[in-house]
């Protein structure tokens, strides 16, 4: 069983839709994240919660707002998107501090 | 503040060759963790490995190899023989004690037949 899985893996949307990216994570780790990465850019963090509480919010813009109900489940939800916000949104976990396991990705399209 | 650089954003092999990915860091912590971790085509990252601030002894892994050395802030990664199934965007992450993992560019590896 895959320890880091993602839904949906693919999703394309209108920049007036409501979405949520899932996450979760089967592994007893205390931190998720979630993490953006578009074409040729370093990986960007996004949001980290670390025992179910938000502790690092990257200036992320508030279209993209994170819900983390218990130490397994991860939510990122989208509205009112922009093109430029396509791009693989990738959900870890981890103990905190210590290596992060990576779920597949959403890859996200904004027309 | 901490900081990684990969300064080969891409390298292109043909199978059977060796190479080498690059990976400096910056801290001012005495106690950091490394990683380096591989995103195939598919997209999900994988773990590869990880080094503490403490351990400067080299590893293996089959054909990788890891090299820390603190003397130059390096910790790179060596793929012997590579194969056409090792082409991926390889990353370096550094993590310091209660501080999240920041991670390079990466390194983007094709491996040809």
């Known amino acids: 069983e895959t320890g880091v899985t993602q839904t949906p893996r693919h999703l394309v949307m209108g920049m007036t839709n409501k979405k949520s990216l899932k996450c979760e994570q089967h592994l007893g780790h205390n931190a998720m994240y979630w993490y953006k990465q578009s074409a040729k850019k370093p990986l960007e963090l996004m949001f980290v919660y670390s025992l179910e509480e938000r502790v690092e919010n990257n200036s992320v813009p508030s279209r993209f707002s994170p819900e983390c109900p218990n130490s397994s489940h991860l939510f990122l939800h989208l509205h009112t998107l922009q093109p430029e916000d396509s791009a693989l949104y990738l959900c870890a976990s981890s103990h905190q501090g210590y290596e992060q396991f990576f779920g597949p990705g959403t890859r996200l399209t904004v027309l | 503040a901490q900081k990684v650089t990969q300064a080969q954003t891409e390298i292109s092999v043909v199978e059977k060759e060796d190479v080498t990915l690059d990976c400096v860091y910056e801290t001012r912590d005495t106690t950091y963790y490394l990683f380096w971790y591989k995103q195939p085509p598919s997209g999900e990252l994988v773990f590869l490995i990880r080094?503490?601030?403490?351990?400067?002894q080299n590893e293996i892994s089959g054909r990788y190899s890891w090299n820390f050395q603190k003397s130059t802030s390096s910790f790179n990664f060596t793929i012997t023989a590579s194969q056409v199934v090792d082409s991926a965007v390889y990353f370096c992450a550094l993590s310091e004690l209660n501080n999240d993992m920041r991670f390079g560019a990466g390194t983007r590896l094709t491996v040809k037949p």
């Open positions: 080094r503490n601030s403490f351990d400067e």
